[in-house]
């Protein structure tokens, strides 16, 4: 029984604080990213008739299942263009603490102030949205640079699971509270839904605050530096280039994580737009609904990470990205609110673990010293594969009328991702070996 509660929380203070991130920050993953702010755009700030977008001569109709997807995207494409070179910049100032406080409290302010959107507030609501997953993305890159600093490899796998499983109760206790405010106004002197969505913003931002201190309390100040950093800010993008080339398995990885997690993340930005869009569903069921996911997906986090120390963690991973590709078939014929959350309930499932699992693998395979820089890397895979995702989404949505088709495509994404993973075979122990016993 020790045995089994040992499992269950960090060890050390630095681990405490890392897992109190993923607490913290998934506030803003679950209650804004993928349930109350979509829908509220959906339903509130855009016009129900759309808008007309242009880009020089071009100019067309839009809604707000598709704009959506396109500020997801748009949001992103700053970060993962200098991920890298801000990743070696910390890693050579040993700065990686300070700018990851720096990206999550600007990340939290700009949260906030999205209880100041307003109906018709197209852009105004969509710039401050960028700002805020601006930097909750730049963060999640120091934030995973850590992980192998603050625990050894054998444990990389419990570490990140556990980080993930801290991650969805976090996000899943805020977002109970929520749900609990909007069947009842009054206990907070509010009278409608839109105010008790305003209201719960403000309180993102305040979570995702206040549970970051731990990590300007604990986590390790001084990271090591690479001998050879030098004195500049950071080495030219040939150089960066020619340390990703170093480690072509590394560089596989990302690419697989690439075509993946184009798929898992458009299914998080988009389910509650579709969900409120073409199933009708009320906020108060989608919140319900991924409530229940963020439930799952603690044992579910914990279970896979169990699994891949028993039989390999890119086993593991590439059962759960077969489990993705069944979601997908299920996903192009669901009609109702019940299919709606049986879908909920799967992907609560194999979310948390195929996303830590992946974090653990490729932390493997980086020198510990430039973990932000590679995990830089590692992030263009994960940023560019959210910008490209949404946007395709929204793009088939505009071009067929419907976006049934668009969730089929997804498909493709897992295939190629897995494809890519099952070929890493034999050079690289940690891949497929279960820790010793």
């Known amino acids: 029984m020790k045995a089994t509660l ?3 929380v960090p060890t050390t203070k630095a681990q405490w604080a890392w897992c109190f991130y993923d607490w913290a920050d998934s506030a803003f993953a679950t209650s804004i990213l993928a349930v109350l702010f979509p ?7 855009m016009p129900p008739e759309g808008i007309s977008l242009g880009v020089g001569p ?8 598709s704009l959506w997807g396109y500020t997801v995207s748009a949001s992103l494409l700053g970060v993962a263009l200098i991920a890298p070179l801000l990743g070696r910049w910390a890693d050579s ?3 990686r603490k300070p700018v990851l406080l720096a990206a999550a409290f600007a990340g939290a302010a700009a949260t906030s102030l999205l209880a100041c959107a307003q109906a018709g507030a197209v852009f105004r609501a969509l710039a401050i949205f960028i700002v805020a997953y601006a930097g909750f993305s730049a963060s999640e890159i120091f934030y995973n640079a850590f992980l192998p600093h603050i625990t050894p490899e054998s444990e990389q796998d419990w570490l990140s699971g556990l980080g993930y499983a801290f991650g969805y109760v976090g996000g899943g206790l805020l977002l109970a509270v929520h749900l609990v405010l909007l069947y009842h106004p009054r206990w907070v002197g509010l009278e409608t839904t ?20 731990p990590c300007a ?3 390790p100040p001084n990271p090591p530096k690479p001998a050879n950093a030098g004195n500049g800010p950071a080495r030219s993008a040939l150089a960066l280039w020619k340390d990703l080339r170093s480690r072509p398995r590394a560089a596989a990885v990302i690419v697989a994580y690439f075509f993946y997690n184009n798929g898992i993340q458009t299914v998080i930005t988009m389910a509650s737009v579709y969900g409120a869009t073409e199933l009708g569903l009320s906020t108060a069921s989608l919140t319900g609904a991924f409530l229940m996911t963020q439930w799952i997906a603690f044992p579910g986090a914990t279970l896979l990470a169990r699994a891949a120390e028993r039989y390999g963690t890119r086993r593991v991973l590439l059962a759960s990205l077969a489990v993705w ?6 996903a192009y014929g669901m009609r109702s609110a019940v299919h709606f959350w049986i879908l909920a309930a799967v992907v609560g499932f ?7 699992l992946s974090r653990s693998l490729f932390s493997r395979m980086i020198p510990r010293e430039k973990s932000a820089e590679f995990f830089g890397f590692f992030a263009i895979g994960g940023k560019f594969s959210a910008i490209l995702g949404p946007a395709v989404f929204g793009l088939l949505r505009d071009l067929f009328g419907t976006p049934r088709p668009a969730i089929l495509a997804l498909l493709v994404f897992f295939l190629v991702g897995a494809a890519i993973l099952a070929a890493l075979k034999g050079d690289a122990p940690s891949l497929d070996a279960a820790p010793a016993s």
């Open 6 to 8: 040992r499992r269950l």
């Open 39 to 45: 829908v509220y755009f959906a339903k509130v700030v």
């Open 58 to 65: 071009l100019r067309w109709h839009t809604h707000a299942a």
């Open 93 to 95: 100032r040993g700065t």
């Open 194 to 213: 839109d105010q008790v969505v305003r209201f719960a913003f403000f309180t993102v931002g305040l979570w995702w605050a206040f549970f970051t201190i």
């Open 217 to 219: 309390l604990w986590l």
């Open 325 to 330: 590709c069944a979601v997908v078939l299920f």
């Open 350 to 356: 194999i979310l948390g673990g195929s996303q830590a």
